[in-house]
């Protein structure tokens, strides 16, 4: 730690310049390097550690995670979402461990988890900060949920800590492709003008990380902390909303200027108010999508559609999605809905599917 200490002190006081880029991107990894060290050492990987969470089944189709600082109204939003009580208090660390809780929106069961508050130096093990983010990597949707009286910069401090954690908050995985080879040096190549990284950059960064011999592709303009994501590997990349809580204690100024910033959203969790748009932005953020089944000479079952994740799933996603086996067994599938031109359209399993569509398989004999 008092390394880590060193190397940051000697990374701020250092001028931003042309000059000291290269200096600076070589601080930069040695800080990455020796934090994931410390926090394995703490027992299991710091740059994310899965496995270190609490221990709560994950259930449903979906898992959203309340993470804030202590007192902001988690435990109150759990309650008010799901019906699960979770005690409330106006003393800090009321809650001390993950409480689960669940609610069903548009036919799709999402599981919501009260978490405990977290401080700064959360990630660096203080309270019960590590579990916590530990539990954090796992859901899909983080929600940071936040007291409006506070000042901004609480964001700022729970992100740093989740970024110290190898969590991401809305960003994608960078554009661009490492790969280690057993020899024939770097092999640079930038499809896009960088304003970080250049051929000597990377190289010092990979010595620091002991890779000699690797072809680095670049296809958007990557940052140097981006490069050390992808060389420490194991970072998860979640969508966030920021849950501006306790809104009731705002002035009308204030909360049109609040609500202006991108992934907010105005909630008082005591009187329940605007929850119907934090739930609208949650199914937004979770990304799923809806497939009805149906079975041949019958009705599409509406109740209890299949959820599915990814952007894009296709008909082969949907099938494993039901049972492992199902693919093998897949002739093609009947579609309706907004995906196909024709209602039915017969389509194999590359088709992509939408929200709402209406399946139906059609097994080889
Ligand atoms: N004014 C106001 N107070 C609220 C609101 N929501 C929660 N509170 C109060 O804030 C205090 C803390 O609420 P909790 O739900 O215990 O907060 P928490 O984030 O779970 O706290 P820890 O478990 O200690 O981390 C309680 O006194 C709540 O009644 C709200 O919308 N408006
Ligand atoms: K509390
Ligand atoms: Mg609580």
């Given at each position: 730690?008092?390394k880590?200490?060193?190397?940051e002190?000697?990374?701020?006081?250092?001028?931003?310049?042309?000059?000291?880029?290269?200096?600076?991107?070589?601080?930069?990894?040695?800080?990455?390097?020796?934090r994931?060290?410390?926090?394995?050492g703490?027992?299991?990987?710091?740059?994310?550690?899965?496995?270190?969470?609490?221990?709560v089944?994950?259930?449903?189709?979906?898992?959203?995670?309340?993470?804030?600082?202590?007192?902001?109204?988690?435990?109150?939003?759990?309650t008010?979402?799901?019906?699960?009580?979770s005690?409330?208090?106006?003393?800090?660390f009321?809650?001390?461990?993950?409480?689960?809780?669940t609610l069903?929106?548009r036919?799709?069961k999402?599981?919501?988890?009260?978490?405990?508050?977290?401080?700064?130096?959360?990630?660096?093990?203080?309270?019960?900060?590590?579990q916590?983010?530990?539990?954090a990597?796992t859901?899909?949707?983080?929600?940071?949920?936040?007291?409006?009286?506070?000042?901004?910069?609480?964001?700022?401090?729970?992100e740093?800590?989740l970024e110290?954690?190898?969590?991401?908050?809305?960003?994608?995985?960078?554009?661009?492709?490492?790969?280690?080879?057993?020899?024939?040096g770097l092999?640079?190549?930038?499809?896009?003008?960088?304003s970080?990284?250049?051929?000597?950059?990377?190289f010092?960064?990979?010595?620091?990380?002991?890779?000699?011999?690797?072809?680095?592709?670049?296809?958007?303009d990557v940052?140097?902390d981006?490069?050390?994501?992808?060389?420490?590997?194991?970072r998860?990349?979640?969508?966030?909303?920021?849950?501006?809580?306790?809104i009731?204690q705002?002035?009308?100024?204030?909360?049109?200027?609040?609500?202006?910033?991108p992934?907010?959203?105005l909630?008082?969790?005591?009187?329940?108010?605007?929850?119907?748009e934090?739930l609208?932005?949650?199914?937004?953020?979770?990304?799923?999508?809806r497939i009805y089944?149906?079975?041949k000479?019958?009705?599409?079952?509406?109740?209890?559609?299949?959820?599915?994740h990814?952007?894009?799933p296709?008909?082969?996603?949907?099938?494993?999605r039901?049972?492992?086996?199902?693919?093998?067994?897949?002739?093609?599938?009947?579609v309706?809905?907004?995906?196909?031109?024709?209602q039915?359209?017969?389509?194999?399993?590359?088709?992509l599917l939408?929200?709402?569509?209406?399946?139906?398989?059609?097994?080889?004999?």
């Amino acid at each position: 730690m008092a390394k880590i200490n060193e190397l940051e002190a000697e990374y701020n006081r250092t001028q931003k310049n042309k000059a000291t880029m290269k200096h600076l991107c070589l601080l930069k990894a040695k800080i990455a390097k020796l934090r994931r060290e410390v926090l394995d050492g703490g027992k299991s990987g710091g740059g994310g550690g899965a496995g270190e969470g609490f221990d709560v089944n994950k259930s449903g189709d979906t898992r959203v995670g309340l993470v804030g600082f202590p007192s902001v109204g988690k435990s109150t939003l759990l309650t008010k979402l799901t019906g699960t009580f979770s005690e409330a208090a106006s003393y800090e660390f009321t809650t001390l461990t993950a409480i689960p809780g669940t609610l069903t929106y548009r036919g799709a069961k999402i599981q919501v988890l009260d978490l405990p508050g977290i401080i700064e130096g959360a990630k660096d093990g203080k309270g019960r900060g590590r579990q916590v983010m530990g539990t954090a990597r796992t859901c899909n949707v983080i929600l940071m949920v936040l007291d409006a009286m506070k000042p901004a910069t609480h964001k700022k401090l729970i992100e740093h800590e989740l970024e110290g954690f190898g969590i991401r908050l809305n960003k994608k995985p960078p554009n661009m492709v490492l790969r280690k080879k057993e020899k024939g040096g770097l092999n640079f190549q930038a499809m896009v003008e960088q304003s970080e990284l250049d051929y000597d950059t990377v190289f010092q960064i990979l010595k620091e990380y002991k890779i000699h011999n690797a072809d680095v592709t670049l296809r958007e303009d990557v940052s140097v902390d981006a490069l050390i994501d992808v060389i420490e590997g194991n970072r998860v990349y979640i969508p966030c909303l920021y849950v501006l809580n306790k809104i009731d204690q705002l002035t009308i100024e204030e909360l049109t200027i609040i609500d202006q910033l991108p992934h907010n959203v105005l909630i008082s969790a005591h009187h329940g108010w605007n929850l119907d748009e934090l739930l609208e932005k949650v199914w937004e953020y979770c990304n799923m999508i809806r497939i009805y089944t149906k079975p041949k000479g019958r009705l599409p079952d509406y109740d209890a559609p299949v959820i599915l994740h990814s952007e894009n799933p296709s008909i082969e996603d949907f099938c494993n999605r039901l049972h492992k086996s199902i693919l093998k067994e897949l002739k093609y599938a009947n579609v309706w809905g907004l995906s196909v031109k024709h209602q039915p359209q017969k389509v194999g399993k590359e088709h992509l599917l939408m929200d709402e569509d209406i399946v139906q398989l059609v097994k080889r004999i």
